[in-house]
């Protein structure tokens, strides 16, 4: 069993940065893949990013990539998600997962079937 905490969302202009953590509990941490997915309102939940148990691949949506980071502590049970140049289109709900696949593929890494844990969110809005 996995419980994850998002945290550091919040309210910003249109240019500025955030970082999001993610606090999982469980021994399994370090062997499962991360991911940061995202929810608007109206809208379908979509990827963000993604990282492999060791954090040796990130796979970024191509509407983040060059503006977010991905990163992970092992050895804290934590994952971060550094945001810069925020646009008013990343306002939403963020939420942390989970998936059991250690090293999955681009696709899986995408899909949010392969994610098992999951956060309770939290909102990122971005004004401009």
């Known amino acids: 069993q996995v419980q994850l905490v998002e945290s550091g969302g919040g309210l910003v202009r249109a240019g500025g940065s955030l970082r999001l953590s993610c606090a999982a509990s469980g021994r399994m941490f370090s062997s499962y893949a991360m991911g940061w997915f995202r929810q608007a309102p109206g809208k379908e939940r979509e990827f963000v990013v993604a990282i492999s148990w060791r954090g040796s691949s990130k796979y970024y949506a191509d509407s983040v990539k060059g503006r977010f980071t991905i990163s992970r502590d092992n050895a804290k049970n934590l994952v971060y998600l550094e945001m810069n140049s925020l646009k008013p289109e990343d306002t939403a709900v963020y939420y942390c997962?989970?998936?059991?696949?250690?090293?999955?593929?681009?696709?899986?890494?995408?899909?949010?079937?392969?994610?098992?844990?999951w956060g309770q969110g939290t909102q990122v809005t971005v004004s401009s």
């Open positions: 997962a989970a998936s059991k696949i250690p090293s999955p593929t681009p696709v899986q890494a995408m899909g949010v079937h392969v994610y098992y844990y």
